[in-house]
């Protein structure tokens, strides 16, 4: 069953044309990598599936319904979870508030004024942060004074939490040390057993080889190449990032990459 | 660093209460809230104040706020003057009505209020139910017809020309009443000198030079300035003598401050009338001294002002120019 | 783990935390406590109630400025305008109530809806026009003190109705009016801006912009919102100052909006945004308060009070980045 279904999203801003009409589909429980050069569209791509960026044309369909009307905290609703690259942290909040932001569980007070429920929101912070065995130094510490890896366990509780249908990941391992990475890796192998399907953006081309189903490339804000993971290779995916058969370019960025 | 700053707080609490506690209030003391002392108006109705408690031989405290528009904090102040329960309170009020709940306080606590300068208006007052004991001050209706007179004296009942009036601030009720005695007293003596601008230079001297300027430009036949007091009136003359027109224009200030005198010296700012408010703080407490005894004093009490020109100065011979400061 | 060894002292973490669950800095706490006792040892008509009366009383405009600017400063605005909406507020409800003779009620509106739609038009430009919020605010400081100067005629509007005048002077059960509706709206605000979802994300947006938007936020009406709230605060601030004088004063709240933003910072709320609580602020507004009338009462001249708010003011922020950079190290 197509979860995702993109088609011909543009996207420009001001005079400068990010996107020029990408179709793009996803499968549920499908691992999708998106892949390309640096101002590929890649980012601008995926906000415009969250949200934060209106496309200019095309249209989004996800679970069988449009939603390019929506809103961000709608589609969210919806079961659409994005891991940014910055992760996107208010840095002065603790765990549970960053996990919780926009979604606070709140009780009546009085049976009147809804108050959020922060022993709630405390406890389930700290059951998502033992599911995904992970450690914090605190719950109750503000998220700023983490570590990147930290920080970054608390951006990925914060996506699963409220049991998304797709995860999109923005270069969740750029930052990461290898035995993080690994788990990173796990996590997604894992999301993709219980059926959530994941869209991964990389650059570390391996990683992307070794986890997901399908491998998208775009390039110049369009979707250059649609491959399926088990038929392709890391040569065949450089040559479509760079376009054609350019093998001395593609050889450099796999080197850089 | 708790505990050291708990240390140093409990030390320097010693220390303090120790070298307060010799100079503790006592009863009878008169409570005198002025607006701000920093100008030299109310330093020297300060002085005065000072000058005149040592020769009655009370005891007083001084307050002011920071400036003379903070009108809540100047209520604020006034609620805490009343906490050291003096016997009179002598208040320089910023407008009619901030301290209108502290005054009535005061009178429940059978605190004698005065006003000082004129600040309080009569019919609010008698709408509030507050009887003020006496109010003493500058008459500045009288001391802006003062500067008509001078206006007409030195150009003449048939003069014409174009006049500019710089008032206060706006909303002031003492700049107000300068500007209106002005107008309606040159209005009467010398019907052909026209009021062509009346703008308010905030007691600004920079504004008034800016005004200035514009007036200049658009009426080149201006003879006369009339500010409402001397800083804006100081700002006018500059503007006029970098104009080359020092000599061409008749400028002339309120309040007779020791800038004013100076320039009147120089024989460049023509006149001010000059407020005494050395006068004014020097009667305001014996006349309280005189009513606390139960004397009848008047219910208001006008301090004279005084034409302050290069003759009056030079000469030297007029009583009252023992209090411009 | 290790952070319960690093930080020896008075107070043991625990205690500390319990404190700051109340969402207080615990040093500002403490210099109002050590600030009081000061002032009790060197005034003996501090300690009096008639006298605490009075600090609550001259606190209460400045203590709800002081709220609205937790508010938007904690969102990562600023509101400049404060104090001049609290001017023109107030001579809006004295010209509504005494020059068109309206009833009190409509008086109590007015101030409060004038306030509102000052604040309004701020959050209007902020988020639709892309002005800077300083620009905006201060734009509007300048627009909002004319306005009540042209409306006024540049004097003060006396002789307010009888309701109108109990908000200012009232004193049911001996406590002044104005201290009741301060007290009153700043325990609303606390639990508004510590325990809702509104609250929450009212931080959660001073503290990162594009996190807030990422999770959903509307950020454009949550920042058009807390503007108007702003507002509408500075219009009760000017109702309870004009019925304190019974009079609509154009020149009310000169310079407040400098005092209440320090009232904020010295309660704890990030110049830039993301933290803030009210009780701190109470605090801090607390602290000037008592410094101030402590002050007077032992007749120091205003000069010095100055210095003393702004040595507070330098003193309160150092101790506070003194903790932050103390904590981000363990």
């Known amino acids: 069953m197509t979860l995702l279904k993109l088609e011909g999203i543009r996207k420009s801003f001001g005079a400068i044309d990010v996107l020029h009409g990408v179709d793009l589909s996803v499968e549920a429980g499908e691992v999708v990598g998106l892949v390309g050069d640096n101002g590929a569209g890649k980012s601008t791509l995926m906000k415009t599936i969250t949200g934060i960026y209106q496309a200019d044309a095309g249209s989004i369909t996800f679970d069988g319904r449009g939603i390019l009307d929506l809103d961000p905290g709608e589609r969210r609703r919806l079961g659409i979870e994005m891991i940014y690259q910055d992760l996107s942290l208010a840095r002065q909040q603790d765990v549970s508030s960053n996990i919780f932001l926009g979604r606070e569980p709140t009780r009546k007070l009085f049976g009147l004024f809804p108050f959020v429920d922060k022993a709630a929101m405390d406890r389930q912070a700290a059951q998502m942060i033992e599911r995904l065995n992970a450690h914090l130094p605190s719950i109750n510490r503000s998220v700023g004074s983490f570590s990147g890896g930290q920080q970054q366990t608390v951006a990925i509780a914060r996506a699963l939490t409220f049991n998304p249908k797709l995860v999109i990941m923005d270069e969740p391992t750029a930052a990461l040390a290898v035995r993080e990475v690994q788990s990173v890796l796990d996590l997604i192998r894992r999301l993709k057993s219980e059926g959530i399907a994941v869209i991964l953006i990389s650059h570390r081309l391996n990683d992307v080889l070794s986890v997901t189903d399908r491998i998208v490339v775009l390039r110049h804000g369009r979707a250059e190449a649609d491959l399926v993971t088990g038929n392709t290779n890391m040569s065949e995916v450089v040559s479509r990032i760079v376009g054609g058969g350019d093998m001395a370019a593609a050889a450099s960025h796999e080197a850089r990459g | ?325 | 783990m290790s952070s319960d060894l690093a930080t020896p002292g008075v107070w043991t973490r625990a205690q500390r935390a319990s404190v700051e669950r109340l969402h207080i800095r615990l040093e500002s706490l403490l210099v109002l406590v050590a600030l009081s006792a000061l002032m009790a040892v060197l005034s003996p008509y501090f300690l009096s109630f008639s006298n605490l009366l009075n600090i609550l009383l001259a606190t209460s405009t400045i203590g709800i400025l002081a709220i609205a600017a937790t508010f938007v400063i904690g969102s990562g605005g600023l509101d400049l305008s404060l104090g001049s909406v609290m001017g023109l507020s107030g001579v809006v409800g004295a010209f509504v109530a005494v020059n068109l003779g309206a009833p009190s009620v409509l008086g109590v509106f007015a101030c409060i809806l004038a306030g509102g739609i000052a604040g309004y038009i701020n959050g209007q430009l902020v988020t639709r026009a892309f002005v800077p919020a300083f620009i905006v605010t201060l734009g509007m400081l300048g627009l909002a003190r004319g306005l009540a100067l042209v409306i006024s005629g540049g004097r003060v509007i006396y002789g307010l109705p009888e309701f109108m005048l109990y908000l200012g002077q009232g004193r049911p059960f001996g406590i002044p009016m104005p201290v009741i509706i301060f007290i009153a709206t700043a325990f609303i605000a606390h639990c508004v801006l510590a325990y809702t979802r509104f609250g929450r994300h009212t931080l959660a947006l001073g503290d990162s912009e594009s996190a807030a938007r990422a999770a959903g936020i509307r950020v454009e009406r949550q920042r058009r919102i807390l503007y108007t709230l702003s507002g509408a605060l500075a219009g009760l601030a000017g109702l309870l100052f004009s019925a304190r004088i019974n009079s609509g004063d154009p020149t009310a709240g000169l310079n407040y909006e400098l005092t209440a933003i320090t009232a904020a910072i010295i309660g704890g709320t990030n110049l830039f945004g993301g933290r803030g609580s009210i009780l701190g602020t109470m605090i801090g507004a607390l602290i000037m308060g008592v410094l101030q009338n402590g002050l007077n009462l032992l007749a120091v001249q205003s000069y010095y009070q100055q210095m003393a708010i702004g040595a507070v003011l330098i003193l309160a922020v150092f101790i506070d980045q003194y903790q932050v950079r103390k904590e981000s190290r363990v």
Request: charged letters at 20%; proline letters at 3%; a negative charge.
């Open chain 2, 1 to 325: 660093m708790i505990g050291k700053m708990l240390r140093m707080s409990l030390v320097s609490v010693a220390a303090l209460s120790l070298s307060v506690l010799g100079a503790q209030a006592q009863d009878g003391q008169y409570g005198v809230l002025m607006k701000t002392l920093s100008n030299p108006f109310w330093g020297a109705m300060g002085q005065g104040v000072e000058d005149g408690a040592k020769e009655a031989g009370v005891d007083y405290f001084v307050q002011a706020v920071e400036s003379d528009q903070a009108a809540e904090p100047q209520l604020n102040v006034c609620n805490t003057m009343l906490e050291r329960q003096p016997v009179a309170m002598i208040t320089a009020a910023i407008n009619s009505t901030n301290l209108l709940p502290c005054l009535k306080a005061a009178q429940e606590q059978g605190i004698k209020v005065v006003d000082l300068d004129g600040n309080l208006d009569q019919a609010i007052l008698d709408k509030e139910g507050i009887e003020i004991t006496f109010r003493i001050g500058s008459d500045n209706v009288a001391a802006g017809a003062q500067g008509a007179e001078y206006l007409v004296s030195q150009l003449g009942a048939d003069a014409t020309g174009a006049v500019l009036v710089i008032e206060g601030l706006s909303g002031n009720i003492t700049g107000q009443k300068r500007a209106e005695g002005f107008a309606e007293k040159l209005a009467e003596l010398a019907p052909g000198l026209e009021i062509v601008a009346s703008l308010p230079g905030d007691w600004d001297r920079g504004k008034a030079a800016s005004i200035t300027n514009d007036i200049m430009t658009r009426n080149p036949d201006l003879v006369a300035i009339f500010a409402a007091n001397d800083g804006m009136a100081l700002g006018a003359v500059e503007a006029a003598y970098a104009a080359g027109k020092g000599d061409q224009i008749v400028i002339i200030g309120v309040d007779g401050n020791s800038d004013a005198v100076k320039s009147i010296k120089d024989g460049r700012l023509n006149a001010s009338v000059a407020q005494l408010p050395y006068l004014v703080g020097k009667q305001a407490v014996e006349n309280v001294k005189k009513a606390l005894a139960g004397e009848e004093v008047p219910s208001d009490i006008a301090v004279p002002t005084l034409v302050l020109t290069q003759e009056v100065l030079d000469d030297g011979s007029e009583p009252l120019l023992e209090y411009v400061k």
